[in-house]
């Protein structure tokens, strides 16, 4: 058992709270029992299970542990003292693991009629995020597009907020000229969500292959982000505050997508005939 | 101007960071020029502007003296020093108020046709809270009820989360007891959400004077808080997560219940007509 917190092993480990080491290494760390069993069940990438003996009390943490003990993944036992310099939480449950990140290339992926995707341009709150990632979850997306960098998934506090969903959805980070490039050549309809657009979320369609896209919470989406898209559409809001949370919006918006979807499972051909004398 | 951080009146704003001085003196510390503006615009009881001069440079931001000015508001003018000792944020602006916490009295509020409110049990986190009231003050609500203590509204987290609706959303604090007395008196339909109701969040009727009931984020509702409920709504969920963040859950039913109002803004009395041979 590891009792120093300025092990080697551990200092590496601690360096995971910065972004540019996750980034640089392709690793994050994620804490508590039930996020460490949501990554072992997602078929994450497990490069390490910390565990602190003392702390780690539950039927489930050790049925976690027996999972991982089968699926061999390597244990590293630590004090309570070294397990909290690691933790980014009060009350650590002391069970963590030290996993690899997963990005999928965005050339890797192909829409299929009824698919759906979010898009996010720079966001900024890893809170927001999470949050965006459990609804995408919820909502039956099958994953986020990052665009123009911004918050990192793999963020502790982003991991959290998204209760599993960081290891369920697919996650993909592009620059817009990338993206541009996939939507178009993919059959995608792009809704971008924009405070001044005519058309409600309630009233757009969402076509067949939707990513709906996002802005950041403070710059919403440039002009240029705005023209690229095939349609735009607006939350209304009644009272004085003048927008949403982002989490809030897109959640908002993918529910839409998912009851409009489930409303007409297999959405007929976008063809547009002109009006006659008889349905004017 | 004030330059000591150990001044007898700095340090009973700085003390305002604790929760039970809020409650015990019935104030709470607002910072950032949009937000004092908000409290300004929305007629909150503000009892002492405090501003940094060395950080105050906005034209907003001098908009906003010259308005407090006007209405005779008590100005305290701190060093950049003290106003980073009492500051809740990075970058503090220079412009903070302290403010009278404003309820409003459970048997002061009578339901109009129309009217819509939301009720949380025990909600734990500030920032959902304060999303939850930017979404109620967004999608019309009359206002908030906190049953059962909970987070604090005038928490800085909450205030900034709600960005400005703390200060337009009306304010209620209430035990079960009195709620659900106060409900069966006004002519509530009280909506709760929880994972195992039949009806999903889309196909409920909130009747014309609507309380939407939202549980904790770890409990959700207790047997005794759905059994009172005239309805219980469920929001579908298609992923592997097993719920949602509580402020996605109250967004997705407060904009709900909005919809279906402007859908049909008067309501006809619930009458039943059986169906005859020609309806069936």
């Not at 996020?35 to 069940?41: G, N, P, Q, R």
């Not at 998204?162 to 178009?184: I, M, P």
Request: hydrophobic share 40%; charged share 20%; proline share 5%.
């Amino acid at each position: 058992m590891i009792t120093s917190t300025s092990n080697d092993r551990v200092k590496a480990i601690r360096a995971l709270k910065r972004r540019k080491e996750r980034d640089a290494r392709g690793l994050a760390y994620v804490e508590g029992i039930r996020a460490v069993l949501t990554a072992i069940e997602s078929d994450a990438d497990i490069a390490l299970l910390v565990i602190a003996p003392d702390l780690l009390t539950s039927a489930t943490a050790r049925a976690a542990l027996q999972r991982a003990n089968t699926e061999g993944i390597e244990l590293l036992e630590v004090s309570r003292q070294v397990f909290d310099s690691l933790s980014n939480r009060d009350g650590p449950q002391g069970l963590a693991a030290v996993i690899c990140q997963r990005w999928r290339p965005l050339d890797s992926v192909t829409l299929e009629d009824g698919d759906r995707w979010l898009a996010l341009t720079a966001v900024q709150d890893p809170g927001n995020l999470g949050t965006i990632l459990r609804t995408a979850d919820a909502s039956g997306a099958t994953g986020v597009i990052l665009l123009e960098s911004g918050a990192d998934p793999w963020d502790p506090t982003a991991i959290r907020a998204s209760t599993g969903a960081v290891f369920t959805q697919h996650l993909v980070r592009a620059d817009w000229a990338s993206f541009t490039a996939w939507a178009s050549a993919s059959g995608a309809t792009v809704v971008g969500a924009t405070d001044d657009a005519k058309t409600t979320y309630r009233g757009a369609d969402y076509g067949s292959r939707t990513v709906v896209l996002l802005g950041s919470e403070r710059e919403g989406l440039t002009e240029a982000q705005r023209d690229f898209c095939n349609a735009l559409v607006a939350i209304p809001m009644r009272g004085s505050v003048d927008s949403l949370n982002l989490g809030v919006a897109a959640s908002l918006v993918a529910y839409e997508v998912m009851h409009q979807r489930e409303a007409s499972p297999t959405p007929p051909p976008t063809e547009t005939t002109p009006p006659t004398e008889a349905t004017r």
